[in-house]
């Protein structure tokens, strides 16, 4: 089955570390997304990809990181600059940049 | 930039009731996207609209894309408690922008 994976479901970090969130897709797709949800929030956008080796910066990119080196995948490191890193974050894909997006199961990121 | 205004931001309604949430905004879009979001998991889409004036159904759900390409309404009827869960709006003209959401609660 073709689809979006976000692993882990769950993720806690620890005051001044650094943590990579995975995200695989096999649709083939250009486009990957992350996006930020807090609690009752709507999704703010973290950086986007229209290609590999490509990427550029969302709304809220600051203390976050992310890389491009495959097409079907797409990790993000939130990086111990984010001071407050704890919501639930969710990574898209589209056939190309800023088509109907299509989204994984999303990871919680805890600080403990 | 470009916003998008959902609403209601809540619903609270009894089951077999029909819902109807919409989203406006003072810009144009040229595609309208719902999405669902069930607790703990991603969004995932339920209807797709690329024409103005398009009405598209998907089993009890029902959006339609606004003459004006300003706005967008979802309805579902007969509402059933897997109903539960966050809808939220997309609209999309250079980028993708997507609407704070309607949380929808169903009484049994």
């Known amino acids: 089955d073709g689809g979006i994976t976000q692993s882990p479901k769950y993720l806690f970090r620890k005051e001044g570390q650094n943590v990579t969130l995975s995200c695989e897709q096999n649709?083939?797709?250009?486009?990957m997304y992350w996006y930020r949800q807090d609690p009752g929030q709507g999704l703010r956008l973290i950086y986007y990809?229209?290609?590999?080796?490509?990427?550029q910066k969302g709304d809220i990119a600051e203390g976050y990181s992310v890389s491009r080196e495959k097409k079907e995948s797409f990790p993000l490191t939130v990086t111990s600059a984010q001071k407050n890193p704890t919501a639930f974050y969710l990574c898209?894909?589209?056939?190309?940049?800023?088509?109907?997006?299509?989204f994984g199961p999303g990871t919680r990121l805890l600080v403990l | 930039g470009q916003q998008l205004n959902q609403s209601p931001q809540s619903m609270f309604i009894q089951e077999g009731e029909d819902v109807s949430m919409n989203c406006t905004s003072s810009?144009?879009?040229?595609?309208w996207l719902w999405y669902k979001q069930d607790p703990g998991e991603g969004p995932v889409l339920l209807i797709a609209?690329?024409?103005?004036?398009e009405l598209t159904s998907n089993g009890r759900l029902t959006a339609q894309f606004g003459i004006t390409r300003k706005d967008s309404f979802l309805n579902i009827s007969a509402s059933i408690p897997s109903d539960v869960g966050i809808y939220f709006c997309?609209?999309?003209?250079?980028?993708?922008?997507f609407g704070q959401g309607t949380r929808l609660t169903i009484n049994p």
């Open positions: 898209a894909s589209s056939t190309t940049l800023w088509e109907t997006q299509y």
């Open positions: 649709l083939n797709h250009d486009a």
């Open positions: 990809s229209q290609i590999v080796n490509d990427f």
């Open positions: 810009s144009i879009f040229n595609t």
């Open positions: 609209l690329y024409k103005a004036g």
């Open positions: 997309a609209g999309r003209t250079q980028k993708l922008v």
